[in-house]
């Protein structure tokens, strides 16, 4: 069975302080990894898709990078309007369009 | 354009009453979801249309009844919900079918409808 585990749970940071979200994942032939950011009462943003080991995506102050087991989502000297919670979700090759998601992790950046 | 808007954005109703969530997108895309979201926990997958069928229904309970009018559009009908059916209703979209073959599928989520049941 598919599983997504996201840490850590909840993350508060000082603007301007580099961190990282993990997100280790079990599934038998990835079709591709996913990080959303998703704002409280609203639908999830779309940020990343990474497909194979070693790949690299970045947006503004935020970079995804993926291993065989794990994503890490980097984010360098963040702002307070980063504040959300990162979710990360898994698609395998045999179950289509499904995704399963990891409980997600809270950040707030104070200023 | 990534946009998919669903109306209304809030939504309160007894547990007697029909109403309708209603989504829509304009990226032609062919596949098309309803999820649920309890607070401080991912999206729960509902239901999925591909090319305007339903093609997966993830034993939710019939009070809730999807339709796909049309390529665009996605309406999810309530009739008779519980006030544990409360929760963030998801409408996504993605431009290829589930089982579509190799290659990955990004879906893209609207703002979602905030549905209270009295």
């Known amino acids: 069975e598919d599983q997504v585990t996201q840490s850590p749970e909840a993350l508060r940071l000082q603007e301007g302080e580099s961190s990282s979200l993990n997100c280790s994942y079990t599934?038998?032939?990835?079709?591709?990894l996913f990080w959303y950011r998703q704002d409280p009462g609203k639908g999830p943003e779309f940020l990343f898709t990474?497909?194979?080991a070693g790949e690299e995506k970045e947006k503004e102050r935020l970079k995804a990078t993926l291993t065989k087991k794990e994503s890490f989502l980097h984010i360098t000297a963040p702002k307070p309007e980063d504040s959300a919670t990162y979710l990360c979700?898994?698609?395998?090759?045999?179950?289509?369009?499904?995704?399963?998601f990891g409980e997600g992790t809270q950040l707030t950046v104070n200023p | 354009d990534t946009e998919v808007t669903q109306t209304p954005k809030h939504l309160v109703m007894g547990m007697t009453n029909k109403k309708s969530l209603k989504c829509e997108q304009h990226?032609?895309?062919?596949?098309m979801y309803w999820y649920k979201q309890k607070a401080k926990k991912p999206p729960e997958l509902m239901f999925v249309?591909?090319?305007?069928?339903l093609s997966i229904n993830e034993s939710v309970p019939s009070r809730f009844s999807p339709e796909c009018p049309n390529s665009s559009l996605l309406n999810l009908h309530l009739h008779a919900l519980q006030p544990e059916d409360s929760a963030l209703y998801l409408c996504?979209?993605?431009?290829?079918?589930?089982?579509w073959g190799r290659g990955t599928d990004t879906q893209y989520f609207g703002p979602g409808t905030r549905l209270t049941v009295l």
């Open positions: 996504a979209s993605s431009q290829r079918p589930p089982y």
């Open positions: 599934v038998s032939g990835l079709r591709g």
């Open positions: 990474l497909y194979s």
């Open positions: 979700a898994v698609q395998q090759e045999t179950s289509g369009s499904r995704l399963t």
């Open positions: 990226m032609g895309h062919r596949a």
């Open positions: 249309y591909s090319y305007e069928k």
